[in-house]
């Protein structure tokens, strides 16, 4: 096992989750019933995920996946 990098209560989300915004990092939370669009702050990424050190907090949902049809305040429902 190689490890590049580690650190100890890491908050990180699915790479698939992130978008850009002009040059800023950006995604989707659902929040009572709609999703919101966040502007975060990307730490240490890999293919499959990336750490956010700002603009998101613990326990948030992150909608993994957003399409194109998906902009702020757009329905959505949350399926644990």
Do not use: Q
Request: net charge neutral; charged share 30%; hydrophobic share 40%.
């Amino acid at each position: 096992r190689l490890v590049l990098w580690e650190g100890d209560s890491v908050l990180k989300v699915p790479a698939s989750a992130l978008f850009r915004r002009g040059d800023r990092w950006a995604l989707f939370v659902a929040e009572d019933g709609r999703a919101r669009e966040r502007e975060v702050t990307v730490g240490h990424e890999s293919s499959t995920e990336a750490e956010i050190t700002a603009g998101l907090g613990r326990g948030e949902v992150v909608i993994r996946h957003p399409t194109d049809r998906i902009r702020d305040g757009t329905r959505v429902t949350y399926l644990p």
